[in-house]
């Protein structure tokens, strides 16, 4: 199982340099998790970015994945994650949601690098 985090969502809607390592968890569409609260980040950045109709086709391609509402379970186990890991509340919800549905992380963000079960890959400019 996958779940990909907001900024790789965001890499692989732009087409962006690190788009096609996040093509294949995005693209199996069976092994797809989606939290619910990346449903929410990918949809406000890319209304900010590109507007509602882009926004909207984003989240169609998210819905092929099967969304996990957030539920007191991983909202706890979020709040656990956090203290020990030093993240932030929206990152150890993610984070949370991947390791109670032993699913592998897909990332570029920064906080999560070295982290367990999560695949890294380094944003353009950050290497």
Same mark, same amino acid.
């Given at each position: 199982?996958?779940?990909?985090?907001?900024?790789?969502?965001? /890499? *692989?809607?732009?087409?962006?340099?690190?788009?096609?390592?996040?093509?294949?968890?995005? /693209?199996? *569409?069976?092994?797809?998790?989606?939290?619910?609260?990346?449903?929410?980040?990918? *949809? $406000? @950045?890319?209304?900010?970015?590109?507007?509602?109709?882009?926004?909207?086709?984003?989240?169609?391609?998210?819905? $092929?994945?099967?969304?996990? /509402? @957030?539920?007191?379970?991983?909202?706890?186990?979020?709040?656990?994650?956090?203290?020990?890991?030093?993240?932030?509340?929206?990152?150890?919800?993610? @984070?949370?949601?991947?390791?109670?549905?032993?699913?592998? @992380?897909?990332?570029?963000?920064?906080?999560?690098?070295?982290? /367990?079960?999560?695949?890294?890959?380094?944003?353009?400019?950050?290497?």
């Amino acid at each position: 199982m996958n779940v990909v985090d907001s900024s790789a969502w965001i /890499e *692989f809607f732009a087409d962006g340099p690190n788009a096609a390592q996040f093509a294949g968890p995005i /693209e199996d *569409f069976n092994n797809l998790l989606v939290p619910s609260l990346t449903l929410y980040e990918v *949809f $406000k @950045l890319v209304v900010q970015l590109a507007g509602e109709s882009a926004a909207l086709d984003a989240v169609s391609v998210m819905l $092929k994945g099967r969304v996990v /509402e @957030l539920s007191a379970s991983i909202a706890l186990e979020a709040a656990r994650v956090s203290l020990a890991e030093k993240l932030a509340m929206a990152d150890s919800m993610i @984070l949370a949601t991947a390791r109670l549905e032993n699913a592998v @992380l897909w990332t570029q963000d920064a906080d999560f690098e070295g982290l /367990e079960g999560v695949e890294y890959r380094a944003a353009a400019g950050a290497q």
